[in-house]
């Protein structure tokens, strides 16, 4: 069976890169996946998965920083221009762009597999050495990107929903294949949690090409120091006033946000762990003459435990706070993501372990590495450890031309096929008969 899902993926190959390569081309931001979740839908359909989207899988109440209505319907229009089934399309109202494919074999445990499919707020660089530009792949969306491996992801799973089911015969238990948006800004995961979609969840994997694995071959069994995160977008609102005239009459947001983002980096680091801080975006004022009535921040805050985050965002609040009332203006706090922290298991690591060892492509196999900063899939692996289940994250090596994030980020596509492969495997070692 082992050689059987080997031959079947080096078969299917070709076609996840060409899956890759179109949601490379039409990159889709948090929230406004519409195209690429109405794409996998009827594909995941069409296979005999039960598919969930919309409401189903994403609780609206637990969403975070979602577009502005009329932000979303042009992303839905657009979608459907695309290539994107109405219908479908119409069933992702509101933002909801998640999905849940299963595949019931019988009795068994129930293993869940992670994978995110949204792109980053970037402008893909448009130069010939870019081979996503040269070769027409290049994202058509304007100040959209995939420039963190998240199409690799999608295609990756969808390869491995025609692994499962090409061996359904040989499984007992359920799969489920969840497809997160949002996970750039944490917001994917909590929302899609909240809608129930880990009930019963006895294992859960989830992977990333790249971060850590640095060259294709390199495999990490288990990673750990996902940090927890919260993000706040804030709004001070103060009172005009002519600032030769009247400026005591002025009330300025200006000067109450300067104030927080110097003070938001003055909050002590933590002795029990890495904590961090950041302003990352601040816009205020009118013109030069007026005292400033208005100011907007983005800020978000970090720790190696949940309770370091904790205690960074709870601090960040209290500055905030007194900002406003040092300068007397108002403020507004909005939560727009967030997730906790987390550590895979070490059996589940040496589970994975053992399925790289006899994968030939896997040359250099490591069992740890500390991720150091915010994956989404924490929530979900912390979710499902707290109910007694248990859970890994890998990384799989990509040769990645430029680092995450960046507009000349591409990867060798070879890392598809083998994320494909590992995940396919984990499966069958844990449902096969």
Sequence with gaps: ?????????????????????????????????????????????????????????????????????????KHQERAIAQGADPELVAQMAGGMTGLVATL??????????????????ISEAQDAKHRPYREGFASVNAGMMHACGHDGHAAAGLGVARVIMKIKDQLSGTVKL???????G???????????????????????????????????????????????DITFTGKPAHAGGTPEEGRNALLAAATCAVNLHAIPRHSQGVSRVNVGLLHAGQGRNVIAPNAYMQVETRGVTTEIEDFM???????????????????????????????????MAELVRGIAQEMTCFTNIMDYA???????????????????????YVQVGADLVAGHHQFYFDFNEKAISQLTELMARVVYQLLGR
């Design 313 to 347: 965002s709870q601090e960040a609040r209290r500055i905030i706070a007194a900002s406003a009332l040092m300068y007397a203006v108002d403020h507004e706090i909005e939560c727009v993501g967030g997730t906790k922290s987390g550590v895979s298991d070490c059996d």
């Design 104 to 121: 019931r074999c019988g009795e068994g445990p129930v293993v869940a597999l992670r994978f995110d499919i949204d792109a980053n707020d």
């Design 186 to 232: 944490s917001r994917g995961a909590s929302a899609m949690e909240a809608a129930g979609i880990l009930n019963g969840v006895d294992f859960i994997f989830g992977g990333h090409l790249g971060l850590k694995a640095q060259h294709v071959g390199d495999f990490i069994c288990r990673t750990g120091e996902f940090l927890a995160t919260t993000k706040l």
């Design 1 to 73: 069976m082992k050689k059987l899902i080997t031959e079947f993926v080096t078969a299917i190959e070709p076609e996840l890169v060409q899956v890759r390569r179109d949601f490379h081309k039409h990159a889709e931001v948090g929230w406004t996946e519409f195209r690429t979740t109405a794409i996998l839908a009827k594909k995941l359909i069409a296979l005999g998965y039960e598919v969930e989207i919309g409401e189903k899988v994403i609780k609206k109440e637990a969403m975070m920083g979602v577009p502005k209505p009329d932000t979303l319907q």
């Design 178 to 184: 969840i497809f997160e948006p949002g996970e750039e």
């Design 370 to 392: 500390s991720l150091g900063l915010t994956e989404d899939f924490s929530h979900l692996m912390t979710t499902v450890q707290k109910a007694g289940g248990k859970g890994t």
